[in-house]
Each structure stands twice: as C-alpha cells, then as structure tokens.
C-alpha cells in the first residue's frame, strides 16, 4: 500500500489520548509552578518581599542584596518542586523563545557538589548571542550578549527547570529582542496615559496597559504531517488542491469540538493553568481544522509572555496527542488562514478603563479624548503599524479576501463617529449606553446589545471597551505590534496633554481647552475611520484618496521602520534608537528573503522529486495503454477508446513542462541574488520569486486532478482537513 494510504488509515483510527485533567479544581493548582505572590510569602521575608513589588509596581530598580534574598527563595521553591536546573528565558528577533539550561549543582572541588544560585545568576548573564541575529547590532568580535531579569514578570517551571523571564542586550546596551523595547514602550504609554488622566481629576497611582490576545491555530495529524514535506520545511502547504468541501458549509465555527482535540485542549489547559495563564475561551474556527485559544487579558508584558509560553505548551502537548499544531498564517490556501487578535486597552491601578464610555461628562470627556488620541496614532502611524504585523507569512492573509486587509483604519461605529463630529459643534457628546432590545420571545428577557456592531472586515475594531488589532498574524510575538502602538499611542497622549496645557495658558477653560483638541485631532485624522467592508475593491480606491498607506509588497512595508516619522516616534517615547530601527528593519528583510528561499527550494524539490516522476510514471501509463490498444482494436474503434488518454497524455505534457522550466528558472533567480543586499534581494523575492511559486502550485495542483489517486505521493487536502 501506498505510505500516503497507511498515514491516513493510522490517522483516521487514532483514539483520542485523554488529557490529564486531575480530579482537582482548578483553583486548587493555578498557579503552583509559577513564582507568584504565594510563593513569594512562603519563600521571601516581608523586607524583600517589598522591594520585590515595589520594583514591579513601581518599575524601580532591585537593589543587588535583594535580588541576592529573592535568588535564595527561588531556588529552595523550585527544589522543593524537584527542580534542577534554571534557564533564562528571552525572546530573539528571529521569533519564539530562546533558553539555556544551567544546572544548580556546583561542584566544590573533592567529588561533591551542592546547589547554587546567586543573585548575580538570576540577574544577569552572558549569552554568546552570534547566531541570534542582530541586524549589525552585535558585530562578530563583540559577540557577547546579555540577559537580564525581568523582574515584572514571574519565573515558572516546566519539567525539571526554573525559567527566568529575561530582555537581551547587546553589549553596548542596544536591545537584541522584543521585550525590551516592549517594557519601554509600556513605561512610556503608562506615563503619558498618567498624564493625560490628570486632566480629569483622576485619582490613582499608575496606569496599566492590558493585552487579551486570541490565538488561532491549526491541528493535523502527525502521521499525515510527516508525510508533507512542504509543511515540514515551510509550515504551510506549498501545493494541494483544495477539497470540494471545505468550509463553504461553515459547520466548523463554534461547532462540537472534535473528541481528539478536546483532549489535547483539556491537556493543555491543565499545563496553562499550573503556569497561572489564565485560560477563558477554546473553540473551533472558521476553517475544518482550526481552532482558538483566548485567556483573560492582563497587563501586557505578562500577557505576551504567557502568549509565548502557551504556543510553547501547544508544540509539545500536540506532539503527546498525535497531532502538529501549525501557527502558520496561512497553512491551506482556500481556506481562512489564523490571526492573532490583540485586545488592547489602558487602565488604572483603581479600575477605570479609558476606554470605558462614562456616565458623567468628564467621564465622556476622558472617554473621546483617549479613543480620539488611538486614531490619531492609528491615522499617523498606519504605516509603521502595518510593518509590525507584516512577514512573509502573514502577507498571505493581509490583504487576501477574509482577512484585514493590508490597509490600516479603524472601526468604531455610527454612535461614535456621530458623537465625535457632534463635539465640532462644542457639546460634550453623551455617549449612548446599551440599547436594550426584545428578541421576539416573551420568555427571554431583552438582550444588551453593545453600542459598537461587530465589523470583522476592519484590522483596528474598538470593540466596546478596547481597540482590537486584528492584523497580527498567528505566529508572530505579539510584542512586535503593540510596540508600534504603544509609542504611537503615547505620542499623541504628550501632544494631547501638551496642546491642552497650551489652551489653558492662554486662558482657555479647561473642558473648553479638551474640547478643542479632541476636534482638532479628529479632524485630522478623520479619513482613518471606515466602517465599510474592508475588503472590497473600493475601499481600496476610497482608502488610497484618503491618503491612506496602501502598500501591499512586503520589503517596501518594511521600509516605514526607517520613516522620518517612525524614527520621530520611537525616539521622542524612548522606545527603540534609530540603530535598534535599522537593525530590524534588515533582519525583517533577512527573514523575508530566508523563508521565500527555502519555500522556493522545497517546491522545486517536491515537484522534481515527488511530483513529476509520479505524473510522468501516468502519463507513460497511459501511453504504453494507448499503445497496446492499436493491437486489439480497428481504427475506427482505436481513435474512439484512446482520445481521452490522449488528451490526457497531453495534459500531463503541458503541465509536466511547465513545472520543469519554472522550477528552473526560479532556482536560478535564487541563486542569482545571493549577493545583493538584503532591501533588494527581498524585492526579488517578492516580485519575481513569489509569482512563481504560485504558478508552478497551479500546475501540480493540476496535475493532482489528473494523476491516479493510488499513485499520488503527498496526503491530500481533504485527508488532512477533516480530523476525526
Ligand atoms: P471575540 O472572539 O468575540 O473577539 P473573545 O472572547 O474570543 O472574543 O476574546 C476577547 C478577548 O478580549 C479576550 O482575550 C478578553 O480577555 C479580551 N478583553 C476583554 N476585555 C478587555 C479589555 N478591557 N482590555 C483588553 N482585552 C480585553
Ligand atoms: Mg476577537
């Protein structure tokens, strides 16, 4: 039997791997393997556990002896947890996680070895960075790069290791990662926000800036994965023709959620919660095989580590289950590829929400001025905010028909955009609260409707009490956009504060002087907002009228990290240097100009070595076929029973040439650029490589309809869709 037929089979007869839910509640273990406040009171004396929470609340430095005291108490918590090692955790610009393992033993020197951990250890290390990329930050004789706790975020165990959340550094100090540049950028959108609220008589101590992301994703089975190897090398299918179902029926959405996968969901909750990732929502997606996974949103920085942490949960509690989760954006083409919404709003330590529409007039007031503020930021920086969610991946998705589209406004429905022109006129506008409205059954009680529809074709929803940012993509950190828009976000926070000030010192009443600016701002940045379907033709027109960044090539969106107004931006807020910007913006290109070179070599292998000999195998098939027919049959009866072979032998030629002159001529375009500089290489690839990859699937996608099903080498697209 064909290797294919006994990886379907083998999938097909999988019994689901029950999950290890205990026989606990789940308040009985959240949170046990995570360094958290519990932990700390059992471990830490009173003094240290003060400086350790004045450190996180109040971003203040742990002074050396601290960080000594808090190393000592970690270390007895995790051996008490049977843990022997500690790594310290940070996040590379390649994407993912990074960890080194070290062992708490420490040979004394006369065949013994006790365990240790000093404060030094847990604050610091040095990490030979040369192979995480730089970007030319790290040049190759100062290869050396830092990791240094962050102490905001809390370590955890997994397996028989103590992990310590850490931001990487060049020597020189130049951030080599996302949570850097992450932190800063909080820290600057907390002071603006701080400021900016104190327009309004605000009591409290800090803002906060939160994050609830939604994880898309796909599950296939193992067997029917390892026998793809364009999934293997790339994560998504580089051909396959599209099943005859597929989600056309939209059975799948929010559908019973299959035996298999339920397990593996219930197995993973478990693992997320003994982390203390707060879990909340799991169901199936739009397409067969496509599911979500959302927590509760927290304060960013710990809700972009626990993104990470969970996606690293998924790889491997996947593998136990037999299956192969892919964060790819787009694994089947003709099919919804996966996304990454992130839920994003600004708090205080007291429990506004400034996003919340009020009851009072400052409230309101406080409420227009910080929504007014993110489209502005939105309006301004739609370019840079387009790069950070842009990769070689998710391009399939920006732009294509079922995702944001690759041009940046934002949703926020009639009631406000009404209210907001109605401030022009100097009323401060009541926002509406939630209409009450019958369902048609006396039985049920009137449902709340929220003041915002929900419009899914729009990449920057508000959504009721937060912006949603649905353009990331389902691999990405999401730390790569909310940098962008943060920053964004507390530069028109300081010129906000800064114009209002400046009414006020000639004179103006306060609430007078807010009014203002809100006009002015949304005036300016009015042309943002659409409401319309996001993905048709004419917005697309409309959009490039407005002014708006309709840029679809990728290296070209990258170039907006090197903008005038970017550089404005990330240096005024102190959130990344312009040398920190140049080197993203090259290993953006890099990572580009890699991922569309491997796709390119493994599509040209895949049909060179699995493909065509397979279609040419039929097509002599069916020649040897014809042939053998002339014996038997007279002319008249020949010319009858062979023309379909014919045509298909034909077919199969066409098809069979056009792979092999296109896989040629793509292979050397690759190869002729491998000198050119990263910016231009990545045009290449973009304009010559990628249109080839796509005629050269036509063409075996083809051929798959032609060619005998018993002979086709690769699992097929209804064979891996449908998970039983
Ligand atoms: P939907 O799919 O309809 O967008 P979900 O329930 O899947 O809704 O996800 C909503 C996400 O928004 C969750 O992660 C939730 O925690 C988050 N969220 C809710 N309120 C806020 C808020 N004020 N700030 C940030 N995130 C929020
Ligand atoms: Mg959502």
Redesign the pocket.
């Known amino acids: 039997m064909n290797s294919r037929f006994e990886a379907v089979n083998k999938a097909f007869e999988q019994t689901p791997v029950y999950g290890a839910p205990p026989a606990m509640k789940t308040s009985d273990y959240y949170g046990c393997h995570v360094f958290n406040r519990a932990a700390m009171r059992k471990y830490l004396s009173r003094e240290t556990r003060k400086m350790i929470y004045d450190s996180i609340e109040g971003g203040l430095l742990l002074d050396k002896s601290a960080a000594g005291y808090v190393a000592a108490g970690m270390k007895q918590w995790a051996m008490d947890l049977g843990v022997t090692h500690y790594a310290h955790w940070f996040q590379p610009l390649t994407g993912g996680t990074a960890e080194k393992h070290d062992s708490f033993a420490e040979p004394y020197g006369k065949g013994g070895c006790i365990e240790e951990f000093s404060g030094r250890l847990l604050a610091q290390q040095e990490t030979d960075g040369s192979s995480f990329p730089s970007g030319g930050l790290r040049n190759t004789f100062e290869a050396r790069g830092y990791t240094a706790w962050d102490p905001s975020s809390p370590a955890f165990i997994i397996g028989d290791t103590m992990f310590i959340p850490t931001v990487f550094v060049s020597y020189s100090g130049e951030s080599l990662d996302y949570k850097a540049p992450l932190m800063r950028s909080i820290n600057a959108l907390n002071k603006a926000s701080a400021s900016v609220l104190s327009l309004f008589g605000e009591e409290f101590e800090r803002c906060v800036t939160?994050?609830?992301?939604?994880q898309e994703y796909f599950l296939i089975d193992r067997e029917l994965y390892a026998q793809r190897p364009d999934l293997v090398m790339t994560e998504r299918t580089l051909m396959g023709h599209s099943s005859s179902k597929n989600q056309q029926l939209e059975d799948h959405y929010f559908g019973a959620i299959p035996m298999r996968v339920l397990a593996f969901m219930q197995d993973l909750e478990y693992e997320a919660y003994k982390l203390g990732i707060p879990i909340?929502?799991r169901h199936n997606e739009v397409a067969p095989n496509q599911f979500?996974i959302?927590?509760?949103?927290e304060e960013m920085n710990l809700a972009v580590d626990h993104n990470l942490m969970v996606m690293a949960l998924m790889k491997r509690i996947a593998k136990k289950h037999g299956f192969k989760v892919l964060f790819h954006e787009k694994p089947f083409k003709g099919v919804n590829g996966s996304g990454k919404?992130c839920?994003?709003?600004i708090?205080t330590d007291t429990g506004v929400?400034v996003?919340s529409p009020g009851k009072t007039d400052s409230e309101n007031l406080r409420f227009y001025s910080f929504v007014v503020s993110t489209l502005r930021a939105v309006y301004k920086h739609g370019g840079v905010l387009k790069a950070s969610v842009m990769s070689a991946s998710n391009a399939h998705r920006l732009g294509a028909n079922e995702a944001p589209p690759a041009i940046i406004s934002s949703y926020i429905g009639d009631q406000i955009a009404d209210a907001l022109d109605e401030i022009g006129s100097g009323e401060i506008a009541k926002m509406p609260s939630k209409r009450g409205r019958s369902v048609g059954i006396p039985q049920i009680p009137e449902l709340m409707f929220d003041n915002t529809d929900?419009n899914r074709t729009s990449p920057f929803a508000f959504?009721g009490?937060?912006f949603?940012f649905r353009a990331t993509g389902s691999s990405a950190n999401c730390a790569l956009p909310m940098i962008a828009l943060n920053s964004a976000m507390a530069e028109q926070l300081i010129e906000f504060k800064s114009r209002v000030d400046a009414y006020v010192a000639e004179g103006k009443e306060l609430e007078q002087a807010i009014l203002s600016v809100i006009k002015e701002f949304y005036v300016d940045c009015k042309c943002v907002c659409f409401d319309g379907n996001g993905y048709s033709d004419e917005w697309k027109d409309e959009a490039k009228c407005r002014g708006l960044d309709c840029e679809t090539s990728v290296p070209l969106v990258f170039d907006q990290y090197l903008s005038e107004s970017t550089k404005r931006m990330f240096e005024s807020t102190n959130v990344m240097t312009e040398s920190e910007l140049e080197a993203r913006a090259e290993i953006y290109w890099e990572s580009y100009c890699m991922k569309l070179d491997i796709e390119a070599r493994t599509l040209a292998d895949l049909a060179g070595n699995h493909i065509l000999p397979v279609a040419m195998d039929y097509q002599s098939k069916l020649a040897s076929g014809v042939a053998n027919m002339k014996v038997i049959l007279d002319e008249q009866d020949y010319e009858k029973a062979t023309a379909a072979q014919k045509e298909y032998i034909m077919e199969l030629a066409d098809h069979i040439a056009n792979i092999r002159s296109e896989c040629k001529a793509m292979i050397s375009i690759c190869d002729r650029i491998t000198d050119k500089d990263p910016r231009d290489r990545a045009i290449v690839f973009h304009d010559e490589v990628v249109p080839y990859l796509e005629s050269i699937r036509d063409s075996v996608d083809a051929l798959e309809l032609i060619v005998d099903d018993r002979a086709w080498p690769l699992p097929k697209y209804r064979e891996m869709l449908f998970v039983r």
């Open positions: 939160y994050l609830g992301w939604e909340k929502t979500e959302a927590p509760v949103y919404h839920n994003w709003s708090g929400n996003f929900r959504t009490n937060r949603e």
